[in-house]
């Protein structure tokens, strides 16, 4: 399996920007389709974002389009997550996510490899 590692995450005020990052090690990145879910306390984890080996299928939840985006560089094994205009309904903790193969979804069952999370907290 793929390891996983997020970063980027913090304590940003409602309408700001924050940028999250995956560092993936361990196999072959672009073997990989790689997704972002969120989990808020009391919540079941929720879908953000996905993205084949190319970029050129990508996926968002509906709560977060037009707001966020995801990309990936497949030379640095990274996968990342930019986050404009952000509310206090998007605190959570954000994981990455990564599934071998050209598309597996978005439902979380479908995702084999999973970071430990980086905490984004949006204050009002």
């Known amino acids: 399996q793929v390891q996983l590692v997020e970063s980027g995450g913090g304590l940003v005020q409602a309408g700001g920007s924050l940028r999250l990052s995956c560092a993936a090690s361990?196999?072959?990145?672009?073997?990989?389709?790689m997704g972002w879910f969120r989990q808020a306390p009391g919540k079941e984890r929720e879908f953000v974002a996905v993205?084949?080996?190319?970029?050129?299928?990508?996926s968002y939840g509906d709560s977060v389009k037009g707001r966020f985006t995801i990309s990936r560089d497949n030379a640095k094994n990274t996968v990342y997550l930019q986050m404009n205009s952000l509310k206090p309904e998007d605190t959570a903790v954000y994981y990455c996510?990564?599934?071998?193969?050209?598309?597996?979804?978005?439902?979380?069952?479908?995702?084999?490899?999973w970071g430990q999370g980086t905490q984004v907290t949006v204050s009002s």
């Open positions: 361990g196999r072959t990145f672009s073997n990989y389709v």
């Open positions: 993205i084949n080996w190319s970029g050129s299928s990508i």
């Open positions: 996510a990564a599934s071998p193969g050209l598309w597996v979804g978005t439902m979380t069952t479908n995702f084999r490899s």
